[in-house]
């Protein structure tokens, strides 16, 4: 098995996963703030939101004015999640400014049936009939190679565990689809909405897949960090080699339809970013502009996040590196020294004097 990769794609979900369970009210013009702050930081590819009807998706429901108003940077590519033809179209009008166009052909069916209900309206049945369609559209369209995404893989809320018996015949019926018309499946997508994941499961099954189908190299990650473990899972995942990954500033997120609302966050984009430059994986992120993007999406939200990174800062080096004889530092406000300047502990206790200063 391969050891770390040199570098990873870290998709962007603050926009669209982040907001779709924050407060419906949030202004346009404060969406825009974080937005451009978001693309100051690095990232490569950023969802700007989704094109979901506002019944289910009031916090969406701005999503044409935010197309309209936003002026991509240089760079980065901007998407938006589309759930149905009309979706598309909507988004598909703000092209080339927002890409929503398909460039690989995949299949979808979640593990957990009543996710699948809740989330899609559709039965995991209707998601596995659906894939002929999606696959004889591929062989159509002179597709060589194609992907599969399994739903929720290690749990469910509603319906319990899931074994590893139960990820692998799921994907075999995926995967036999695709080989049955001559195409080969390259990529594998794990959608956790739930927070199933622990970090031995992703490792093994991870494992066997690539032993299953080698032809399978490229993985892509989204799971939630709902019990807290998901950072100690994409560890996993990297150790491996996987290269693209899903976060979220803060670890903004949740889902309405898996029971947990906001708790269903995902890993902060700034610790992950951090995790991959101490182990000296590339990700093209800018950790201090991320720091100060969390800071703003802390203002829009109108709530503290929970990543640790923009709260306790990076490891400090070189010039970085904290005074030996500064005071106490007891609150968030105090930790953030390392981005306001020493004004914020002003006024608190000086437990360490040097030695010049006790022989006077």
């Known amino acids: 098995m391969s050891g770390f990769p040199e570098s990873v794609v870290i998709n962007d979900d603050t926009m669209r996963e982040g907001l779709q369970i924050e407060a419906a009210d949030i202004p346009v013009e404060a969406k825009l703030r974080l937005l451009d702050a978001l693309g100051e930081t690095g990232a490569s590819v950023i969802s700007i939101g989704s094109f979901a009807h506002p019944k289910w998706t009031p916090q ?194 949740g889902c309405p339809y898996c029971g947990n609302g906001r708790a269903a966050g995902h890993v902060p984009t700034e610790d992950f970013v951090d995790l991959c430059h101490e182990l000296g994986i590339k990700t093209g992120y800018n950790l201090d502009k991320l720091i100060e993007a969390v800071a703003i999406a802390e203002e829009v939200v109108g709530h503290p996040l929970w990543g640790h990174i923009s709260k306790a800062g990076p490891r400090p080096r070189d010039e970085r590196l904290y005074p030996r004889e500064m005071p106490f530092v007891e609150t968030l406000q105090e930790a953030a020294h390392f981005r306001n300047g020493p004004d914020v502990y002003d006024g608190q206790i000086a437990p360490w004097q040097s030695n010049d200063a006790l022989s006077r």
């Open 60 to 253: 969406m429901g701005c999503i044409d004015d935010l197309a309209e108003r936003f002026e991509p940077k240089p760079g980065i590519k901007y998407t938006a999640a589309v759930f149905n033809k009309r979706g598309y179209d909507r988004a598909d009008a703000y092209y080339p400014k927002l890409d929503v166009r398909q460039r690989r052909f995949g299949t979808h069916v979640e593990l957990c049936d009543t996710f699948a209900r809740r989330n899609y309206n559709r039965t995991q049945a209707e998601q596995i009939g659906a894939m002929e369609g999606t696959i004889a559209a591929a062989k159509a369209a002179g597709a060589t190679t194609g992907s599969v995404a399994i739903g929720n893989p290690f749990g469910s809320n509603f319906e319990g565990a899931f074994s590893m018996a139960q990820r692998m015949g799921l994907l075999e019926l995926m995967v036999d689809k695709w080989h049955a018309v001559g195409i080969e499946v390259t990529r594998c997508s794990f959608l956790e909405a739930m927070g199933w994941n622990l970090p031995n499961q992703v490792h093994d099954t991870i494992v066997a897949i690539k032993e299953r189908w080698p032809e399978i190299t490229d993985f892509h990650m989204h799971l939630h960090n709902t019990r807290g473990v998901t950072i100690a899972s994409y560890y996993e995942a990297l150790k491996l080699g996987v290269r693209e990954f899903d976060t979220s500033i803060g670890g903004m997120g």
